[in-house]
């Protein structure tokens, strides 16, 4: 997407994994999709009618929208960039889009019954909404996901590595910790 001055590859060292973001599409709880599956569906018959809000061009949830257009057939849909979740949702509660795919931004209003959530993106079923089917469930094999990990300099010798992947597990291990991102990002990579 863009050219970096260094290779992330080579040049870092990994030292834990810490979250995934939990990814997914949302409509308007008024809207006539039911099931993502329905979105797809009207899609299709309607080139260039559908919209989506994302957080900007080239950004996962974007991405995984592309994919999913693919892998769907050739759907055409206008996507609409945003600064971020609150111009996305602030446009899908206006119904200047017709969905958002987004991070869990969207989840508020979710649960405050304003949005419907019909699909996410990661590996499994998110823990805080798992009636909702991931991709692969209704037939798309992609997940999308956006991994926060915390990574060094190269060269970084394997007991220093070891020490503080020790420490970042002992403070996600705080029960504080535990209950603000229980209901924000999807089980961690393992």
């Known amino acids: ?6 290779n992330p590859v ?22 006539p999709w039911q099931t993502v599956q329905d979105f797809i569906q009207y899609s299709k018959q309607n080139p260039q009618k559908v ?20 892998l769907a057939g050739g759907i055409q849909w206008v996507h609409v960039p945003y600064k971020g979740v609150a111009e996305s949702n602030a446009a899908l509660l206006g119904g200047h889009v017709e969905a958002v795919s987004d991070s869990s931004g969207w ?3 979710v649960d405050a019954g304003k949005f419907r959530l019909l699909v996410t993106y990661g ?12 991709l692969k469930e209704v037939g798309y094999d ?3 996901t ?17 020490k503080l ?15 603000v991102m229980k209901n924000s990002i999807s089980p961690p990579p393992t």
Not at 51 to 67: D, I, K, Y
Not at 123 to 134: F, K, W
Not at 146 to 162: C, D, E
Request: charged share 20%; glycine share 10%; proline share 11%.
């Open 107 to 109: 989840a508020p209003l």
């Open 165 to 179: 992947e020790d420490a970042f597990r002992k403070a996600m291990e705080d029960t504080d910790f535990q209950g």
């Open 146 to 162: 956006g991994p926060i990990a915390v990574m060094g300099p190269k060269g970084i010798s394997r007991p220093v590595v070891k």
């Open 51 to 70: 919209s989506f809000g994302s957080p900007g061009v080239g950004t996962p949830p974007h991405l995984a929208m592309e994919e999913l257009a693919i």
């Open 1 to 6: 997407m863009g050219k970096l001055n260094f």
């Open 123 to 134: 590996q499994q079923r998110s823990t805080r909404y798992p009636q909702v089917p991931i």
């Open 142 to 144: 992609m997940v999308a």
């Open 10 to 31: 080579e040049d870092l060292t990994p030292i834990t994994p810490l979250w995934v973001y939990l990814y997914g599409l949302v409509v308007r709880a008024d809207s």
